[in-house]
């Protein structure tokens, strides 16, 4: 039993007993980072819960004094540096089998419990961790602590977590499906383009990742998130974070512009949006994960020649910071991304030239989904990737509509 646990108690107790350093990748620095995070997620580490931090990692790990204060202060460090928890939980998943990876939860309980009492924060940590630590498994099957755990709060998991991505196949959504990846996530990547998905996921997969799960669907259609969600209940997936990236653009006039397109535009940008935003509330409040909606500075402006495009993007920022609001007491996070331009797609899509935006304002689909990625994770209402673009849109506000109107009007045409 515990043989994987065993195996690394093993390796600290047979090498050197005094490492001056422990290196990031390191799985004992990754484990006492979590045991450190759930000791401080209710702003207070108590005396009881911090000599039992110390007790337990000197005897789990065979630790003398000295090294044993080495590796707590390095693990606050890398656990104040981190951005969430995905780094430290992946390490350990690669490193440990299942019973090692359960006996880190049952570490984390003992440390909840030092003090006689655990919070709503410490119980929604650990159930988190161990979710991302695969110890629970479908059914009645429980994961809790033997040594000083909640002795009747008892783990169950039902479904596996993951992240769902749509309009993946390209562009920022598919740099979004490398960040989160490299993050530890498990990914479910939706878009039309299988064929492109499957490239995708075989690139994820070459990194060292988990390969993600591959779904054609067309969100534009009505009934598309009711079969998003039928194939992850069958596959017994549920999202932590929904990612909504899925649009399009159109350059030109409201009035010149087919009809159909525009409404079909709305349909993806607002109406998909909207139903993927609030169709797995109730697994993300579970899981206490979070959304990251795709919106674009275009968002904080009036937009003659792309009219329904800006409308559509100054919805989902009004949508995502008003969602946000709402479900922040309730432990989901919710960001709306709000790009300048980024060479993708999207512009040949919209029937846009190939220069057509300030190369000062312009930025690469990694660097957005780089800045994305830590936004959601801080728990931010706003993100707007680049200085050039945070001043365009502080500027935006004390401009008013009337100039801004002309102004775009002419972008618009140098456009085309």
């Known amino acids: 039993m515990f043989a994987g646990f065993r195996k690394f108690l093993s390796e600290v107790s047979e090498g050197d007993k005094h490492p001056a350093h422990f290196a990031h990748d390191d799985y004992r620095l990754a484990a006492v980072a979590l045991l450190v995070h759930a000791a401080a997620i209710d702003g207070d580490v108590t005396d009881a819960e911090r000599e039992?931090?110390?007790a337990v990692?000197?005897?789990q790990f065979?630790?003398?004094?000295?090294?044993?204060?080495?590796?707590?202060?390095?693990?606050?460090?890398?656990?104040?540096?981190?951005?969430?928890?995905?780094?430290?939980?992946?390490?350990?998943?690669?490193?440990?089998?299942?019973?090692?990876?359960?006996?880190?939860?049952?570490?984390?309980?003992?440390?909840?419990?030092?003090?006689?009492?655990v919070d709503e924060f410490e119980r929604n940590l650990i159930w988190r961790a161990a979710d991302l630590l695969g110890c629970l498994v479908p059914g009645t099957h429980r994961a809790r602590s033997t040594r000083g755990g909640p002795a009747g709060d008892a783990v169950t998991q039902e479904k596996r977590p993951i992240t769902l991505i749509t309009g993946a196949s390209a562009g920022i959504g598919a740099a979004l499906a490398h960040e989160f990846a490299?993050?530890?996530h498990e990914l479910v990547l939706v878009a039309r383009r299988e064929q492109a998905l499957g490239v995708l996921a075989d690139a994820i997969?070459?990194?060292?990742?988990?390969?993600?799960?591959?779904?054609?669907?067309?969100?534009?259609?009505?009934?598309?998130?009711?079969?998003?969600?039928?194939?992850?209940?069958?596959?017994?997936l549920e999202p932590d974070v929904v990612v909504n990236n899925a649009g399009f653009g159109l350059l030109g006039a409201a009035d010149e512009l087919d009809r159909a397109e525009q409404l079909a535009m709305i349909d993806l940008d607002v109406r998909a949006?909207?139903?993927?935003?609030?169709?797995?509330?109730?697994?993300?409040?579970?899981?206490?994960?979070?959304?990251l909606n795709v919106a674009s500075i275009a968002a904080f402006l009036p937009g003659p020649g792309m009219a329904v495009y800006y409308a559509s993007k100054a919805y989902v920022l009004s949508f995502s910071?008003?969602?946000?609001?709402?479900?922040?007491?309730?432990?989901?996070?919710?960001?709306?991304?709000?790009?300048?331009?980024v060479p993708t797609e999207f512009q040949a899509r919209a029937g846009m030239s190939g220069d057509a935006f300030p190369r000062l304002l312009t930025r690469s689909a990694e660097r957005v989904a780089r800045d994305a990625y830590r936004g959601l994770m801080q728990g931010r209402r706003v993100v707007v990737p680049g200085s050039a673009n945070r001043v365009v849109a502080t500027m935006i506000r004390l401009t008013p509509h009337r100039i801004l109107l002309e102004l775009i009007a002419r972008q618009q045409r140098g456009r085309r």
């Open 182 to 184: 490299a993050h530890g």
């Open 62 to 117: 065979a630790l003398d004094e000295a090294t044993t204060d080495e590796l707590v202060a390095e693990a606050t460090e890398a656990e104040h540096e981190a951005i969430d928890l995905y780094h430290f939980t992946s390490l350990i998943n690669r490193s440990l089998d299942g019973e090692g990876r359960r006996r880190v939860v049952e570490m984390m309980w003992e440390i909840a419990y030092a003090d006689g009492d």
């Open 273 to 291: 949006l909207t139903d993927l935003s609030l169709a797995f509330i109730d697994s993300l409040k579970r899981r206490r994960g979070g959304i």
């Open 321 to 341: 910071e008003a969602l946000h609001r709402e479900l922040k007491p309730k432990g989901v996070r919710v960001t709306v991304l709000c790009p300048g331009p």
């Open 52 to 54: 039992k931090l110390h």
């Open 205 to 236: 997969a070459a990194k060292g990742a988990n390969r993600p799960t591959v779904l054609r669907a067309d969100l534009a259609r009505a009934d598309a998130v009711q079969e998003i969600a039928e194939a992850l209940d069958q596959r017994g």
């Open 57 to 59: 990692i000197k005897q």
